[in-house]
C-alpha cells in the first residue's frame, strides 16, 4: 500500500519501498475519458505473465482430455460406417443408394452436433497446428484408400460377401487410425502455444504473494 | 521512463486477466468450465464478464432454454486485441531496459514458480 502511494505521488522515480525496485508507471485510459494510473513493477509484470498461464493450461487440459477420452464417438462414427457401406454393397436401385447416402450423411451431422452440445469449450482456431489438418486429410486418404482397396480385391478374389469384408476392413482401418492420429494432432497444441515449463496454479502463485 | 502501450486497466486485475486469458485460447467456452477453471463463484464469474462485456471485450451468448440453457462466452476482437496488447505491454515491462532491473532475481523466480 506504501508503495503504492509512493508510486502515486513520486510518478515511479523512488520505486517500491519494499523492494528497492523502481516502480514503472503506467498511464492508461479507458472509456470515457477514465483516467487510471496503475504502478506495475518488473516482478509484479512478471507474475502476471505466469498468471496467464494457468488458466490456458485447463484449455488445453480439456481438449486433450476430450481428444483421448471420448471414444464413444468414434465407435459410433465406425458403425455408422460399417452400415453405410454393408447397405451400399447390397446393389439396391440409384434412389436407394441416395436415401442411404442421405441418411449417413444426416447421421454424421447429427453426431456432430450431438458432440458440440456437449464440448464445453473450442480452442480458437489459431491454435491449431498443421498436424490438425494432416490427421483430417490423411483420415479420408486412409478410410477412402480402404474402401477402394477391399473394393477391388474383393471382387478381384470374387470373395461372398464382399461388401460385409469391405465394411469391417474400412471400420476397422478407421478405428486403428483415429486413435493414434488425433494423440499426434495434440502432442503438439499445448508446447507450441505455451512452452514446455510446468505450470503454476493461481492458488500457488497468491500464497506466494 | 517510457509508458508500454497496449496496457490495459480494464483487464489487469488478476481475475478479470485470467478470464481474459483463457477465453483468448478458445473460439468459446462455456460459463461452467470458466467458473470451473477458474475457481470462482456464479455470481463473482458473472460480475467480471458484465464488466467486460460492457467494454465490448466479450460476446455472451445464451442458447437454448430450461434444463437445457447454456451460456457460451466468446471474445471478441477487440478483447483479443486488447489482450495481446496487455500482454504485450507485460512483456515490454519485464524486459525493458532501465535504470531498474528489468527481471526479477533468480530466487524470485523460483518463488514465483513454487
New interface residues.
Partial sequence: MLAFLVGKLDG?AL?DLGTG??T?????V??EAKD?T?P????Q????????????E???D?VERCAQGDQRSTYVTAALMWLFLAGYGLKLPPWGSFLMLALYIGALVALGVVYS?RT??????S?YTWRSFASFLAGGVVSGGTIVLTNFLTERLALPYGNLIQATVSAGAFLLFVGPANRWAISRLRSR?LGDR?P?T????ET?R | MSTPSGFDELIHPSTRLSVVALLAATEWADFPFIRDSLSLSDSALSKQLHTLEEAGYLEIQKEGGGRKRRTKVRLTARGRTAFEGHVAALRAIVEGAGPAPVRPAPHEHAEAGR
Wanted: proline share 4%; hydrophobic share 30%; net charge positive.
Fill in positions: 515511479g520505486g525496485r523502481a514503472r508507471p503506467v498511464r492508461h479507458y472509456g487510471m496503475t506495475v513493477d518488473a516482478e509484470a512478471w507474475k502476471d505473465l505466469q498468471r496467464i498461464r494457468v488458466p490456458q485447463r484449455v488445453y480439456e452440445r464445453r469449450v473450442r480452442l480458437h482456431r491454435r502455444a510446468s503454476t493461481v492458488h500457488e502463485e506466494d
